[in-house]
Each structure stands twice: as C-alpha cells, then as structure tokens.
C-alpha cells in the first residue's frame, strides 16, 4: 500500500515554475562575444575533459575576468546546483 501512496504522490506532482535569479558573469560575457568567439566558448563548456578553471583561466587572460567556480556553475545549468541566471537552459 505504501507504493501505492507513493505513485499517486507523484502523479499527483505539478510543474513550479523555473529557479531564476540574477545574470552570471559567464552570461553576460557570453552576450559580450561576437558569434564566432561565443560559439567557440559554448563548445569548450560542452566538452568533457575541458576544466572550467581552465576555461576561466582562458578568459580571464583575454580581459574577461571570471572565476572557475563561476564557470562551472553555469556549466551546471538545469541541475540542483546549476546556474540560475535568466535565459540559461534548464
């Protein structure tokens, strides 16, 4: 009976509405890119065995200063622990 409760509990679930809150600095740095720069960021963050202090590491030293803990936030995007900035995916 327990499981029985248990799927009615969770068929019984309503969508909230998305987690936001302000811009990070990766976003904002994302709108900064002409298309072909931005991309080339968007593909660095998609790949695996790319680190995010690296990513940062890259920026920060091409005048776009941002931590890799910021970075790896918004990597994280749509998980618990993912960035919450606006227009993020999620």
């Not at 931005?38 to 776009?64: K, P, Q, V």
């Amino acid at each position: 009976m327990v499981n029985a409760n248990l799927a009615d509990a969770l068929a019984n679930l309503t969508p909230h509405a998305a987690r936001r809150g302000p811009r990070c600095s990766v976003a904002d740095i994302l709108d900064q890119l002409d298309p072909a720069v931005r991309a080339a960021l968007e593909a660095a963050m998609a790949r695996e065995g790319i680190t995010s202090a690296a990513i940062a590491e890259t920026l920060s030293a091409h005048g776009y200063p941002v931590k890799g803990n910021t970075v790896a936030r918004h990597r994280r995007a749509g998980t618990a622990t993912g960035c919450l900035c606006p227009g993020v995916q999620g």
